[in-house]
C-alpha cells in the first residue's frame, strides 16, 4: 500500500497523515451511522443537517490536530529523546491537546452556527462538563495517533536498516569472493608454470603448446573474473582447457573420465569450482608406487540438487580428518570457503580416501539462469 501511496505522495510523513485521515474518517463515518440508526430505531428525534454539521466540523479539527501530533512525534523520534521523557511530554502534551481540540471545535461550531442557521447542543454549550465527559475520548484519540506515527517510523526504519544490512552484507560477500579468487588464480598459474618450466627442458615443442593452452585458459578466466556464477558448459570447458595443459605434462600416464548427465549445461555454478579439485587429485595422487593415474568425474541431478563425484585410483591422502584437508591446501580451503560465501550452510562438500585413492564429493543447490521477461 505504502509503495502505491509515494507515487502519489512522495513525502513520507504525509503519507502517515493521509493513512490516519482514513482511518479516522472510516471511525467517524461508522459511528455518526450507529448514532443515527439508534436514534431511528428508538424513534428519538434528530434534526439531521446540525447532526452532520457537528460531525464534520469535528472531522475538520481532528484532521488539523492530526497533522500537529504527526509533526511533533516525528519531531521526539529525531531528537532521540530517552521513553521515560518521551511518555512524559505525551501524557502532558494529552491533556493540553485534548483541552485545544475541544476548546477549537466549539469555536469552530460557534461560528459556524453564528454564519448558518444551526443551533448548537445543550451539551456542547456546556464546555466544562461535555470536556470532562469526553475527555478520555479524546486522550485516547491523541495516543493513537502518536502510537499510529511511532509504529509506522519504527517500521520504516526497520526496512531500512534491513535493506542497509542487506545491501552490507553483499557488498562482503562481494568483496570476499573476490579476495578468495584473486588468491586462487596465482595458485593455480604458479602451479602451471612450474608445470611448463620442468617440460621445457625436455620438449620444446609440448611446452610451446602447453604454453598456448595456457594462454588460452587465462584468457578465459580473464572473462569470467567477474561472474561468481557460470553455467556448467562454461565450467566445464574451463576444466578441458586446465586438463589439455595436464595431458601435456603426463602424456599417456594420465587418464580423464568425464561422465555428464545430459540437459544440465545451463546450471550456474561457481566459477573455477572443478580445476581446484582435478588439480588436487594430480598433485596428490602420483607417487612410485602410483606411476599411473586415472581420475573421473561424474555429474549429475536430483531434484534440486547438483552433484558433483570426483574420483581417482592415486595414492590418497595422509591426512584423513577433512578440517586439516581443507587448512592445508590453498586449493581445498579456498574452494571451502566459496561455497560457504555463496550457500552458507545449504552446501555439503567432503574429501575422504576411499579403498583405492580420493573420492571428492559435492552437493549444491540446482540453480538456473533466471529467464529474461
Known amino acids: ?184 588464480h596465482p595458485h593455480f598459474l604458479f602451479n602451471t608454470l612450474n608445470s611448463i618450466a620442468a617440460l621445457v627442458e625436455i620438449d620444446a615443442d609440448r611446452a610451446k603448446n602447453m604454453i598456448a593452452d595456457l594462454s588460452g585458459l587465462l584468457r578465459r578466466v580473464l572473462e569470467y573474473r567477474d561472474d561468481h556464477l557460470i553455467r556448467l558448459h562454461e565450467e566445464l570447458d574451463l576444466l578441458q582447457k586446465y586438463l589439455d595443459i595436464e595431458k601435456v605434462r603426463f602424456s599417456e600416464h594420465l587418464e580423464i573420465d568425464l561422465e555428464v548427465e545430459s540437459g544440465l549445461d545451463d546450471l550456474l555454478v561457481p566459477a573455477l569450482l572443478l580445476q581446484p579439485l582435478v588439480e588436487n587429485s594430480i598433485q596428490h595422487g602420483f607417487s612410485a608406487k602410483h606411476p599411473q593415474l586415472r581420475i573421473q568425474l561424474r555429474i549429475f541431478r536430483q531434484a534440486d540438487r547438483l552433484f558433483f563425484v570426483l574420483t581417482d585410483d592415486g595414492k590418497g591422502l595422509l591426512e584423513e580428518d577433512p578440517v586439516a584437508l581443507r587448512e592445508k591446501g590453498v586449493g581445498l580451503r579456498n574452494t571451502f570457503e566459496r561455497l560457504s560465501s555463496l550457500y552458507e550452510d545449504d552446501f555439503r562438500f567432503e574429501v575422504k580416501n576411499q579403498e583405492q585413492g580420493v573420492v571428492n564429493f559435492l552437493d549444491i543447490p540446482a540453480q538456473t539462469v533466471p529467464a529474461l521477461v
Not at 443515527?36 to 469535528?58: I, M, N, Q, S, T
Not at 490536530?65 to 502532558?92: A, Y
Open 1 to 184: 500500500m505504502e509503495r502505491w501511496l509515494a507515487r502519489y505522495i512522495p513525502n513520507p510523513e504525509w503519507r502517515l497523515i493521509v493513512v490516519i485521515a482514513a482511518i479516522f474518517s472510516l471511525l467517524r463515518v461508522v459511528t455518526s451511522l450507529t448514532m443515527y440508526w439508534e436514534h431511528a430505531l428508538l424513534a428519538k428525534e434528530l434534526d439531521f443537517w446540525p447532526f452532520v454539521h457537528g460531525r464534520v466540523v469535528a472531522w475538520f479539527v481532528a484532521m488539523v490536530f492530526v497533522v500537529v501530533i504527526v509533526k511533533t512525534t516525528n519531531r521526539f523520534l529525531i531528537e532521540r529523546l530517552s521513553w521515560s521523557r518521551i511518555i512524559g511530554i505525551h501524557l502532558g502534551i494529552a491533556v493540553i491537546m485534548s483541552l485545544l481540540w475541544y476548546t477549537t471545535y466549539i469555536a469552530v461550531m460557534y461560528l459556524f452556527c453564528q454564519i448558518g442557521e444551526c443551533k448548537m447542543d445543550q451539551e456542547d454549550s456546556n464546555f466544562l462538563a461535555w470536556y470532562l465527559q469526553n475527555f478520555n475520548a479524546l486522550f485516547i484519540l491523541y495516543l493513537l495517533t502518536a502510537s499510529l506515527t511511532y509504529t509506522y517510523y519504527y517500521i520504516r526504519r526497520d526496512h531500512h536498516h534491513r535493506m542497509r544490512q542487506s545491501k552490507m552484507e553483499q557488498q562482503l560477500l562481494t568483496t570476499r569472493l573476490m579476495a578468495l579468487k584473486s588468491q586462487l
